[in-house]
């Protein structure tokens, strides 16, 4: 007699939870976000390769919003763009781009 009662017992608490998440459900309602401009380029000397790199990705202002870090910091930095998050930079652009961001927001 108890095997029959399990499976009614299971049906009853899901019939059960299901209106209580029913009666409880949430209501969406809209937002607006203005976003920042993000067709800027870098500025300034050295500025072909991170324009070429990062801006696919990043606005000038998110990255020279970012705190001032030494060049091995910033190299950090571009690897884990590369090796973690699968940015597409040739090798040859490494070095540019840690010297811009160093010269621009290297730490003092």
């Given at each position: ?10 049906l ?10 029913a ?38 202002g ?9 060049k091995?910091?910033?190299?950090g ?25 160093t ?6």
């Amino acid at each position: 007699m108890s095997n029959k009662i399990l499976p009614v017992a299971l049906l009853l608490g899901a019939i059960l939870s299901s209106a209580a998440w029913a009666q409880s459900a949430l209501t969406l309602k809209s937002v607006s976000v203005d976003l920042p401009a993000g067709d800027g380029q870098f500025a300034g000397d050295g500025a072909d390769a991170i324009n070429n790199n990062c801006t696919a990705c990043h606005s000038p202002g998110m990255v020279l919003n970012q705190p001032n870090m030494s060049k091995t910091a910033w190299e950090g930095e571009v690897h884990k763009m590369i090796n973690i998050f699968e940015a597409p930079v040739d090798d040859k652009d490494v070095a540019p781009i840690v010297a811009y961001l160093t010269k621009n927001k290297g730490a003092n």
